[in-house]
């Protein structure tokens, strides 16, 4: 089965760090680019990163540039989003998801940045 | 960056009918746009890919159509697990990737 599993949210206080990750199963992941979407509360979809199959390019949304980090182990077939400097306004439920077309999304693991 | 505009935001429908939705891009993206369906609690599921084909499993009363700016999203016999947001999403011009805001479907 073509999964997806993130892990690694919780609650954090602001200007804390937090490491996500992202299991892929059921499908060649070292041959596909892979996204980290977010979705705050009650509120629709905001693509963040990107990062190539090879991790030769990375991209990243003006909201999370400098404080964000993508990056994947394809012997672990795993991806990774390392989060610094949070603010309240990255609370939200953080998803990955497969392919430059977006095709398949994890289940998503929830952040939440509160003093 | 392109911005996507769908429309309506919400439209209540009943079981049988034909539902019709739309996404607007502000500059031209071809045919590389996405349909999603979320449900309530659930992470997005893609039904629509390259704006006119259907993902494994989608039923066919799921329907996407359009290219350039103008694109929709048409479900021909609405039925009662349908209920949810739908988003469009241009991979076109990136980054960024961008999503509409989303139009929610109710059953009245």
């Known amino acids: 089965e073509v999964q997806l599993v993130e892990s690694g949210g919780g609650l954090v206080k602001p200007g804390s760090s937090l490491k996500l990750s992202c299991v892929a199963s059921g499908f060649t992941f070292s041959s596909y680019g892979m996204h980290w979407i977010r979705q705050a509360p009650k509120k629709g979809l905001e693509w963040i990163a990107l990062i190539y199959y090879d991790s030769s390019n990375k991209y990243y949304a003006d909201s999370v540039k400098g404080r964000f980090t993508i990056s994947r182990d394809n012997s672990k077939n795993t991806l990774y989003l390392e989060m610094n400097s949070l603010r309240s306004e990255d609370t939200a439920m953080y998803y990955c998801?497969?392919?430059?077309?977006?095709?398949?999304w994890g289940q998503g693991t929830l952040v939440t940045v509160s003093s | 960056n392109t911005v996507m505009t769908q429309s309506p935001t919400s439209m209540f429908t009943s079981v049988g009918d034909r539902v019709t939705m739309s996404c607007k891009a502000s500059?031209?993206?071809?045919?590389?746009v996405g349909w999603y369906q979320q449900k309530t609690g659930q992470s997005p599921k893609r039904l629509i890919y390259w704006a006119s084909n259907r993902d494994t499993g989608v039923p066919d009363r799921f329907t996407g159509s359009g290219s350039g700016t103008d694109f929709t999203l048409t479900i021909s016999n609405m039925q009662a697990e349908d209920p949810a947001i739908y988003y469009c999403l241009q991979h076109n011009s990136y980054p960024p990737w961008t999503f509409g805001g989303g139009t929610k479907l109710e059953l009245k």
């Open positions: 500059q031209n993206v071809g045919i590389n």
């Open positions: 998801a497969k392919a430059t077309t977006v095709a398949l």
